[in-house]
């Protein structure tokens, strides 16, 4: 698979501040259980 724009940012900076990736990672670790919809309690009732 070939890089694209993205990955290759995500190289480059990488490149200039090893713990990029970490914060990367953790950024999207933290979008991913915040974002979680809620559950709608009235929604068995339907």
Do not use: H, Y
């Not at 995500?10 to 501040?17: K, P, Y």
């Not at 979680?36 to 309690?41: H, L, N, R, S």
């Amino acid at each position: 698979m070939s890089e694209d724009f993205l990955d290759e940012m995500i190289d480059e900076r990488t490149l200039a501040n090893p713990a990029f990736r970490a914060l990367l990672d953790a950024a999207v670790q933290r979008r991913r259980t915040e974002t979680k919809p809620a559950a709608d309690p009235g929604a068995e009732a339907k």
